[in-house]
């Protein structure tokens, strides 16, 4: 008789603790231990949720919905302050919605139009919830509803009631709604994707371009997440592949879409190879001084935002014409640096770095030392050309810088103009000891000597002056050992 009793007292204390709403909660969030507890895969465990949501909310009413929806909000009010995932609660609110959509689709509409009424106060952002009204309602009715209220996140429903729209629904009044949404959106507030935009063009061939235009009149030139503008270059979305037809009358667009892409940043991400830079290249053959003028451009700007145009130009240099384009880079960057030293500074070096792991990396290494060497024997008395060049081959190998102080001294012996080239890089860096690093620049400069020897007499400058840099190395070398010895 005791236990009965206890019994029924945990029953009846169970009932005063456990009110409607948390018990909704049990039904509406996941529980990973109860999932454990009961041995289930993920989608057995996701089967048995469905079929709890279908059996608690069978015989519910329009008023049950609306009482629902208050103890929603109270169930994320709570989970809120517990900063619990605050997307899961919605998006488990969206399916009980779906799966009243095929119980009672009448229901479902009257439901989901008092929900948006209320104001959508949960931030759901489900598309299916769109569809089904659009099957249910149809697109006038619907759109009529998702325009008439007041909501948050009502520009992404629109977005999303656009985007479902089947082709041969649309008409060119929603062409124009589609316009004036473009138009009257924050920029954060755009969808991602572009490619559903391709099925309005039966009313407008121009609307992808129309589109582009919109976005890059309202995005601020310092927005650093502006997907549509980079989605519209990756390779693998449709959008990409329909470039050569939508911009073939405007590819000054497509530039100034590129550019604004690139100073965001997202050049590393989305044209990693060179494909869409390619594609502009081969209708522009101009478009590479372009480029690096809207390069210097930006580095001339108030340092406002951190521009970096660091990239791997491999895809350059595996061209056909490389030798005619890059040439030109070479020629006009220098030009520029020269004619601009104050107002911002290309490191022609950029265009010479390649990818650590390129498979051709000695094929594309052989291109360059072909096009410098050309440049070198045409300009070898170009002193201040030759220092620019110069600066950039410190940046090889020891073997290939040494190929070219050969190939420079054999086409101007003047020991004055060698002496103002640069053998080395103009920086150096080390983690410890100074020591090894001396010894490897002694050993290149060690390197150098026999190159003297074939014309001793005309070379004998050249080799002084190179034994006096190896004789301060040695003497460094000496001095830092002696500092590493008292710090050790």
Known sequence: MANLWRCLLCESLRDLFTNKTYAMSEVLISDQLER????????????????????????????????????????????DRRNHNTSHLPSQVARVLIDLANRDPQLYADVLKYYLSFGNILRINEPQLINYLIKILGIDKTSEILNKADYASKRKWLFDFYRLLSQELIRKEHLNQLYSLYKETEVSEIPQELNFVLKYQMLDENVFINIIEILLVNAPDNFNNFYPLSLLFNSHREVNTALLNLFEKDLNLLKKAYFRVLKNGYHIQIDQYGQNFVYILNRDPEFILEYIDWIYHQKSQPQLYYFNHKRDYSFLWRRENYEKIMSQIIKYVYKRNQEHLNCGYISLNEFFILSADGKDNETLWERQDHIL??????????????????????????????????????????????KKLRLEPSSWSSSGSWVPVYQKRMEYLESLLPLFLFNSLAFLQHKQYVEELIEWLRKEIEREKKRDFMHD
């Open 36 to 79: 454990r507890y009961l041995n289930l895969e993920y989608e057995e465990y996701e089967q048995l949720r469905q079929q709890r949501i279908q059996d608690f909310f069978v015989n519910y009413n329009l008023e049950d919905y609306k009482q629902f929806f208050e103890q929603c909000l109270e169930i994320q009010k709570e989970t």
């Open 373 to 418: 060497m050309k440049l070198l024997e045409f300009r070898c008395d170009d002193i201040p050309f030759i220092q620019f060049i110069f600066d950039i081959v410190t940046k090889f190998s020891y073997e290939r810088r040494r190929s070219f102080v050969d190939f420079f001294i054999r086409h101007n012996k003047k020991f004055e103009d060698f």
